[in-house]
């Protein structure tokens, strides 16, 4: 399986940026998928979740300013970021929650 994330980049604070991932594979509408992030000299946690049914789960953190959503028909799951922050800052990961697959990350940086 092969994960492609897109999207990162710089922002100002306050500012919003979506992120993107495409899984290949045929049973990703089957999959539940996740986002995580790993900011500098911090440990890998998680984000946003997606079940395969559309079930949404957030990190306290993000909650009411990120959005986790699929397109199933296009094998991408996406997080929309609004009102970021400076401690968003990390590089941006997706996965498949049953597998130890991870992307390459996509790099988000937001300065204050």
């Known amino acids: 399986v092969q994960l492609v994330e897109s999207g990162g980049g710089l922002v100002q604070a306050g500012g919003s940026l979506r992120l993107s991932c495409v899984a290949s594979?045929?049973?990703?509408?089957?999959?539940?998928m996740g986002w995580y992030r790993q900011g500098p000299g911090k440990q890998r946690e998680f984000v946003a979740a997606?079940?395969?049914?559309?079930?949404?789960t957030y990190a306290d953190s993000v909650k009411g300013r990120f959005t986790i959503s699929r397109d199933n028909a296009k094998n991408t799951i996406y997080l929309q970021m609004n009102s970021l922050k400076p401690e968003d800052t990390a590089v941006y990961y997706c996965?498949?929650?049953?597998?130890?697959?991870w992307g390459q990350g996509t790099q988000v940086t937001v300065s204050s």
């Open positions: 996965k498949i929650l049953a597998t130890p697959d």
């Open positions: 594979g045929s049973t990703f509408r089957l999959s539940g």
């Open positions: 997606i079940a395969s049914g559309g079930s949404t």
